[in-house]
């Protein structure tokens, strides 16, 4: 987040500075492919040191579009004892945990785990090593709870994997990312949602990710900026074809939350998809309410990268037009653009406002209450 | 709805071409004899499926051809019930969706010339917008070098979806010319379908299309920021045409905020993109994508930080809004007569040349 000299925020009170936080975007990392071979199976091994991964994308060691800073992250969080920031639990406890009385942390392992590999037996590998690395180095601190990486472009392979820990309570939600590979309102996704719904787990999705298409529909943009704002208009994408394709309609019980996309883009999304829906609905005839009705009632956000308008009370009214019972904090710690949770909303707030947007929000989605 | 403003000026309506036989005696004898040896089809794009209802208000189709094809019905239709003084005639025939550079521009300029001939010399109060072929920068400079002096043409039409992202330098020349003549660049919903219309892959419903306009009009709005255009081109005026405009605020929100974190990667842009798109760009105000109460859109007005960025416009003959609700709720006057006289004027230096 950006922190301006010329706009101070109000200063927190001490009761304000104590608050229990839940942080709803956190990211473990990897060194190198070579802490997950432990959790791998041989040939997968084999196929990692000899091909790679091979996402759909151009470079093998890093994103086409450079990011901001080295690895995306806070200059201050490379671990002390070394390695990439966010691959020491110790530190991210100190850094992160400890210093933000952080009490519930979703982890969400994106970036190169398997879940959308153009070798999808190979992706399959790697996913499940992503779990097992995640419940075997990073679960043993309870304030931390997993997100169950899924090949999601594989349904199959990706409901067994949501059936392998459906019933462990340190996995809490399925996690997706933003960049699929066709619709994800399309039915080849619909099995995934099922056994989330099954399982109880609401599905996360990520932005970002390789989808192979242009994050335009105009091509490939520049730059970075141009890639990291797009991040909205995939979300936007994402939730429309839900929305359309019926699937809140379909799966009972179904929950979406979208993550590190922002959140001032639903209310108009929402009007929008109202608007167009009342004047073409025989042409989705699955649908039996409004568009804007099932986001209300399904659909969560975490807040990072929260935007910044010019005053910043403006937020509040995005957040009054979605709701304060469906913002989820999130630092998105290690990465660059982390939001800090003294700085976030800096004004007045009722007091269960503020508890909610911090913490009664998740820990009432994840079910930790 | 809020009452209209007499002698508003309509910034997007839609004459449409009949049939490509239509464009017959405006074509040159190369591209006339295409058409016919090959069995050119029509070139209605897949963005306005024919019946689909969106394309055309109820009340507004014809007995006999395409809605929009009908000089009398537009004068009917979509000048004198809304006491509009002039009008932008944008056309959307697919053009600009061919795959051929030449062919591209062969057919733009008939469509220009016919425009010309058939609607804004029979019709004092129409102005039009030159479609030009993106395919080849080189060429839309030719096509808007040829037609700039007549001042009825008041506009440069694209589409918001094409090969590239609309920032990028391929694009330049056209708002390099744009500039020199004094002409905003239109930019309308529509693709050349070059690509998905969604960064996750084709949709399958018409509604999926539709919706997707938005977010690629927020994409595009990016590209001409980040790329410098509004540096390179600081008198450029950009027009979003039927992008829907309540999306704009939080759009601007996230760009600026990552201008901040990163402008090191587009050192060349030089203020918040906030206020570059509030001095350089427009929005027409149909469609009027909520919000669903008057106090919500006096906030949304709020977040616009200015009352000079929106343009009246009906989308005729697109089935936006019943009666003459053209206007949400609860606009002031004041308000109301900006977004129907004075930004259109202000917006088409061209208008006030051609009208006393």
Known sequence: MNVQVTARPTVQSPATSKLAIADGDIHPQRNSYKDLFPYMEARWVEMAKTFGSRPRQAYQAGPAYPKGQPNASRRDAWPPEGGRPGS??????????????IQLGILNPTGDNGSSFQNREFGNGVASAMNRWVEAEWLTEPRLKGSIVVPYEDADAAVAEIEKWAGDPRFVQVLMVTRTANPPGQKQYWKIYEAAAAANLPIGVHAFGFGGYPVTGSGWPSFY???????????????????????????????????????????????????????????????????????????????????????REHVLDAIDWIGWDKLIFATDYPHWDYDDPTQVLPMPLPEQQRRDFFFNNAMKLYRQV | ???????????????????????????????????????????????????????????????????????????????????????????????????????????????NDWIAAEWLDKEPRLRASIVVPMQNAELAVDEINRLAPDKRFVQILMLVMHDHPLGKRHYWPIYAAAEKHGLPVGIHAGSAYRHPVTPLGWPTYYTEDYAAQAAAFQAALSSLVCEGVFTKF???????????FTWLPAHLWRLTKFWRGLRMEVPWVDRAPTDIVRENVRLTITPCDGPPSPEMFQRLMEHFGSDEMLLFSTDYPHWQFDGDAVLPEGLSRDLVRKIMIDNPRSTYARLTETVP
């Open chain 2, 234 to 244: 600081p008198d450029l005026k950009v027009v979003l045409l039927e992008s829907g």
């Open chain 1, 88 to 101: 020491s639990l110790a530190f991210l406890q100190k850094q992160l945990l400890d210093e933000n009385n």
């Open chain 2, 1 to 111: 709805m809020s009452l209209l403003e007499p002698g508003g000026i309509d910034c997007d309506i839609h004459p449409a071409v009949p049939n490509l036989k239509a464009l017959h005696p405006y074509l040159s004898d190369h591209w006339r004899d295409v058409v016919v040896q090959r069995g050119v089809h029509e070139l209605e794009s897949i963005a306005y499926p024919a019946n689909s209802p969106l394309t055309s208000r109820p009340d507004w189709r014809l007995p006999n051809g395409r809605p929009g094809s009908d000089l009398d019905a537009l004068r009917a239709q979509a000048l004198t019930p809304f006491g509009t003084s002039l009008a932008i005639c944008n056309c959307l025939y697919g053009v600009q969706l061919l795959f051929s550079e030449d062919m591209g521009a062969g057919f733009a300029r008939a469509l």
């Open chain 1, 225 to 311: 900026i141009e890639d990291m704002v797009g991040h909205a208009q995939s979300s936007q994408s994402f939730l429309t074809s839900l929305v359309i394709e019926g699937v809140f309609e379909r799966i009972p019980n179904f929950r979406l939350v979208m993550i590190e996309s922002g959140f001032a883009w639903l209310p108009p999304l929402a009007w929008r998809l109202d608007k167009i829906w009342n004047r073409l609905k025989q042409e989705t005839p699955h649908l039996k309410r409004a568009p804007s009705e099932y986001i209300r009632e399904s659909v969560w956000l975490t807040t990072q990268p929260m935007e910044e308008p010019q005053p």
